[in-house]
């Protein structure tokens, strides 16, 4: 567990180190639901999730009645740009609120990421029977680890993984809508609005991914 954060924490440290001239495109404003699955297929996370591609907003609820093994319900509103977010509790109206170390997250594409190919899944023959895919990829500075992120014409998100030596990650999204049909969502409740931030433990590496490591 530790060394995955490890490897969050150095993913999070890169910097751009060449140009090139195929730039990563970013996702429009959408809305959807996403999958969270580790390698050794445990069903980490399903529910609706909210972006807000120009302000870097993301509101994520897992989704209670499908069959996932978390140990508990997840509600989490990232402000990418302001560095914090908050772990909701509806149920009995709490809410952490902490910072945020890293602004990486499945739904878009970082700008120093490589443009590995264009595939066409299912046929490119059949009429509306195949999906045309950018995959970009970026590794981490140590490599031992790595992602990609396979995105549609437009930039919407398909799915996107996540290697590192000691977990690997699948995020899956569906049924997006290119859209925020709910702004509400991108607003802290109100029950969070006067919480403090929370002292960050040492060695602790705060991101969308580390909540489902
Ligand atoms: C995306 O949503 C934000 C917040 O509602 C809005 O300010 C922005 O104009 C939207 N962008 C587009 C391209 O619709
Ligand atoms: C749920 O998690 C527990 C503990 O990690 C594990 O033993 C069990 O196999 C998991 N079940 C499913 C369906 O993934
Ligand atoms: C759970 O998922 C289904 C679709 O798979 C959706 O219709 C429903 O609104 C979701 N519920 C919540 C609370 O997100
Ligand atoms: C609210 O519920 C969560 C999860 O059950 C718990 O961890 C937290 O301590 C509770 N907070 C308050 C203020 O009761």
């Known amino acids: 567990m530790y060394a995955a954060l490890t490897l969050f924490f150095f993913m999070c440290l890169t910097t751009s180190t060449h140009a090139d001239h195929h730039q990563p495109c970013h996702a429009p404003n959408m809305t959807g639901f996403m999958s969270v699955m580790s390698m050794k297929g445990e069903m980490k996370a399903y529910g609706a999730f909210t972006y807000d591609s120009m302000g870097k907003k993301l509101r994520f609820r897992s989704n209670e009645s499908s069959a996932t093994n978390a140990s508990h319900s997840m ?7 302001e560095g914090i977010f908050y772990e909701i509790e509806s149920k009995n109206q709490s809410c952490v609120k902490k910072k945020l170390h890293c602004s990486m997250h499945p739904l878009d594409i970082p700008d120093d990421a490589t ?14 029977e195949g999906l045309q895919l ?27 993984f996540y290697f590192t030596e000691s977990t690997s990650f699948l995020f899956r999204t569906m049924e997006i809508e290119n859209e925020i049909k709910d702004p509400d969502l991108l607003a802290a409740p ?22 489902f490591v």
Do not use: R
């Open 75 to 81: 509600d989490l509103l990232m402000f990418f740009e």
């Open 134 to 160: 950018d995959v970009w990829t970026g590794s981490m500075p140590d490599k031992k680890g790595h992602y990609s992120m396979s995105v549609t014409k437009g930039c919407l998100p398909v799915f996107t």
């Open 115 to 128: 443009f590995s190919t264009k595939e066409h899944s299912g046929s490119a023959a059949i009429e509306g």
């Open 190 to 211: 109100s029950f969070c609005v006067e919480q403090p931030v929370e002292d960050t433990p040492e060695g602790t590496v705060n991101g969308f991914l580390n909540e």
